[in-house]
């Protein structure tokens, strides 16, 4: 596809339970980004991959947060025992090099509610 | 560390009114990059701009116009003759050169704009 995808789009998980996000990318982008969407506030970073390799994880709140970009195109944020705090949008973004010069193209993100 | 304001939480107009999306940053950087993006309600973030630190020259993109001010350090969005279809969450963003980090954006809170017909 032209843009960056993200399935689910919707998730409602019950406390406790592990969910699976998933990113497509833009086809030939080396870098992918996660960010974390509280509501009504701004995306906060959450990783960052160049290619296969996750250079900055620092932005990942607990180590219930995974995430992974085996083969440097799809990527999959797991989160492990959800808690409510966790409800939010996650937005995966991509940018065709590694360089900071690059614009970040996102996708429509996937909402996820935990109850 | 990084941040970004934008002070203006919501902002209500009527179309074909002209209104200024105000947004100050802080950086100790001398070379960033500050950008705009649009976030309609379907969610999808859609960028608008990109400008770095280096070029102070405002930028007009039909009836949308950006006044970069390093004086000051506030990088400003203009819609002029807005339209219903301007209505949206709009966040303003910049990115440092870090080794590991890539091109990691820091995002002001947003600005809600409405405009009614």
């Known amino acids: 596809g032209a843009g960056v995808s993200q399935s689910p789009r919707y998730k409602v998980a019950k406390r406790g339970q592990d969910v699976a996000l998933r990113c497509d990318p833009i086809?030939?982008?080396?870098?992918l980004f996660w960010y974390q969407q509280a509501l009504g506030q701004g995306p906060e970073f959450l990783t960052y991959?160049?290619?296969?390799?996750?250079?900055?994880k620092s932005g990942l709140p607990s180590d219930r947060f995974f995430a992974e970009r085996p083969e440097g195109s799809v990527s999959t944020l797991k989160i492990q025992r959800t808690q409510q705090e966790d409800s939010a949008v996650y937005l995966c973004?991509?940018?065709?090099?590694?360089?900071?010069?690059?614009?970040?193209?996102f996708g429509p993100g996937t909402r996820l509610t935990v109850l | 560390a990084q941040k970004v304001t934008q002070a203006q939480t919501e902002i209500s107009v009527v179309e074909k009114e002209d209104v200024t999306l105000d947004c100050v940053y802080e950086?100790?950087?001398?070379?960033?990059?500050l950008f705009w993006y649009k976030q309609p309600p379907s969610g999808e973030l859609v960028f608008l701009i990109r400008?770095?630190?280096?070029?102070?020259q405002n930028e007009i993109s039909g009836r949308y116009s950006w006044n970069f001010q390093k004086s000051t350090s506030s990088f400003n969005f203009t819609i002029t003759a807005s339209q219903v279809v301007d209505s949206a969450v709009y966040f303003c963003?910049?990115?440092?050169?870090?080794?590991?980090?890539?091109?990691?954006?820091?995002f002001g809170e947003g600005t809600q704009l409405t405009v009614n017909p």
């Open positions: 963003a910049l990115s440092e050169a870090q080794e590991t980090s890539g091109s990691r954006l820091t």
């Open positions: 400008r770095n630190s280096f070029d102070e």
């Open positions: 973004a991509s940018s065709l090099r590694n360089g900071f010069t690059d614009t970040q193209y």
């Open positions: 991959f160049q290619n296969e390799a996750q250079l900055d």
């Open positions: 086809s030939g982008h080396v870098s």
């Open positions: 950086t100790r950087d001398t070379t960033y990059y």
